[in-house]
T-cell receptor
Framework: NAGVTQTPKFQVLKTGQSMTLQCAQD?????MSWYRQDPGMGLRLIHY???????DQGEVPNGYNVSRSTTEDFPLRLLSAAPSQTSVYFC?????????????FGPGTRLTVT | TQLLEQSPQFLSIQEGENLTVYCNSS?????LQWYRQEPGEGPVLLVT?????EVKKLKRLTFQFGDARKDSSLHITAAQTGDTGLYLC???????????FGGGTRLMVKP
């Protein structure tokens, strides 16, 4: 199993550009989430999904869109990049039920917006 | 404002020393997870504690959950350079499926 994979590993964008961060998992997990990590802030939840076709907002959703058309994939779209979105982005997945909080993380995407 | 407070923020020790890091909240945890994150990688789950007063051991790491389920600690015995990393606690403090993370303790173990 590859686990949780994310692409790209690094990305530089100019202010106003849009892009999609890809996330895929092969563990048949129902739950998938996107976090951003900034220095001293731990991880903050952007959006999450409890199954295909179902998404919800997390703590910091503004400026980001998600969709979940399959169990395996959960892309994160930046609509119009801003310097405040410079961060490291992690995708995570987990089973549902009592294990839903035990998350498996991808290796991250380091995004710089200039 | 962090709902989960971790202390200390930074810790630098020599190999062989013992250390304890803490995770506290004013709210009651339903369960609490500890993760370790190495540079350039995603966090990796170490343990989940569920019951107040619970103690779990993972080799040289001892995890304790407070009786009131509002605090937790991670104790490392005879630290090794491989223990270097960012230690994060996380819990579902809110209703639903939202996981909240603390700010982390960055540990450096020097040879």
């Amino acid at each position: 199993n590859a686990g949780v994979t994310q692409t790209p590993k690094f990305q530089v964008l100019k202010t106003g550009q849009s892009m999609t961060l890809q996330c895929a998992q092969d563990m048949n997990h129902e739950y998938m989430s996107w976090y951003r990590q900034d220095p001293g802030m731990g991880l903050r939840l952007i959006h999450y999904s409890v199954g295909a076709g179902i998404t919800d907002q997390g703590e910091v959703p503004n400026g980001y869109n998600v969709s979940r058309s399959t169990t395996e994939d959960f892309p994160l779209r930046l609509l119009s990049a801003a310097p405040s979105q410079t961060s490291v982005y992690f995708c995570a997945s987990s089973f549902s039920g009592r294990s839903s909080y035990e998350q498996y993380f991808g290796p991250g995407t380091r995004l710089t917006v200039t | 404002t962090q709902l989960l407070e971790q202390s200390p923020q930074f810790l630098s020790i020599q190999e062989g020393e013992n250390l304890t890091v803490y995770c506290n909240s004013s709210s009651v945890f339903s369960s609490l997870q500890w993760y370790r994150q190495e540079p350039g990688e995603g966090p990796v789950l170490l343990v989940t504690v569920v019951t107040g007063g619970e103690v779990k051991k993972l080799k040289r790491l001892t995890f304790q959950f407070g009786d009131a389920r509002k605090d937790s600690s991670l104790h490392i015995t005879a630290a090794q350079t491989g223990d270097t990393g960012l230690y994060l606690c996380a819990s579902s403090l809110n209703a639903g499926n939202m996981l909240t993370f603390g700010g982390g303790t960055r540990l450096m173990v020097k040879p």
